[in-house]
Every structure is written in C-alpha cells, then in structure tokens.
C-alpha cells in the first residue's frame, strides 16, 4: 500500500478567494499610505493611481469571479512509490504520475542569476524532466523535504541558464 508523504490542494475557489483579497487590500494600502502625504505633494500622483487601482481591482475581481464559475482542483501528491501532480483542465506540461524510484534528482532552475521565480524540476533515470508546479502557492520546499525523506541520497541541483 502506498503511504501518502505529502498532499496538496488547492481549489479555484481558493484563488478567488485569495484575488478578492488582493482586490480589496491593494486599495486599502493606498490610502493607507497616502494618508500620511500631505494632500498638495501627491495630488498628480494621487488622480492617476486612483484611476490605476480601481482598474487593477477590477481586474482581480474578474479573475476572481472566472476562477470561481471554472471549479477545478489542483493536487500535487507524494507517496513513498509515486509522484503524481493533476493541475486543472489537465494541463500537459504539470500533469503527471512518475514513480520515486526513477527521480535521481530535483533541478533548481533560474534563467540568470536575478530571476526571482525559478523552475523546479524532477529528473528521471530516462532523461525525463518534469516541472513541479508553482502555482496555486504549491509547497516547493516541503516537496523536496518530502522527497528527501524517501530517497535520502536525493540531490537538489540549482543551475542557471535553460
């Protein structure tokens, strides 16, 4: 039987649950902040950005809303045989089912050395490379602990360049 080490999920509820959040705080941090300018310094500034934020929430809350009409679940799980990710709609390149025993390592991929988000893989005895998804606030981390767990002599590469 095959012992769960790890499962995540995250619905597209939850991510418009989290965009209407976004939506209402980013205008509430601005006249947060704004209200400790004085009115005359930032009157340009302040048309313009008001302007700017009611767009952007708009624009979240129409995520939010497609999100939340389109359900789908995302799940990404580990057990000590396989490895399997199920993104929504089925997506080709973040759904899949590969068995531990044939990941020889994670790869820590960024396109230079500033690039803030980078790709994570799990490469396979076959030359197989598989991205782990960060979307959805997937648990990169926690994958690679969980990994670790079962295969102790796991490496974890980081390299930069595609």
């Known amino acids: ?3 769960v080490v790890l499962q995540y999920k995250r619905s597209r509820k939850w991510a418009a649950f989290q965009l209407i959040l976004l939506g209402i705080t980013f205008p509430a941090m601005f006249v947060l902040i704004v209200s400790f300018f004085p009115e005359e310094d930032i009157k340009e500034i302040y048309a ?10 708009i624009v979240l809350f129409m995520l939010a809303w497609w999100n ?23 997506y080709p390149a973040w759904t899949y089912s590969i068995a531990v025993d044939d990941v020889i390592k994670i790869e820590i991929r960024t396109h230079s050395q500033n690039r803030p988000l980078p790709k994570y893989y799990l490469v396979t005895r076959d030359g197989g ?7 959805y606030n997937n648990p990169v981390h926690r994958i690679g602990d969980a990994l670790q767990k079962i295969k102790p002599g796991l490496k974890i590469e980081r390299t930069v360049g595609f």
């Open 1 to 3: 039987m095959n012992n």
């Open 48 to 57: 313009v950005a008001q302007y700017a934020l009611a767009v952007l929430s």
């Open 68 to 90: 939340y009409k389109h359900p789908a679940l995302f799940e990404f799980t580990i057990t000590d045989k396989r490895i399997e990710s199920r993104y929504p709609d089925n």
């Open 129 to 135: 490379k598989y991205e782990i998804p960060i979307n």
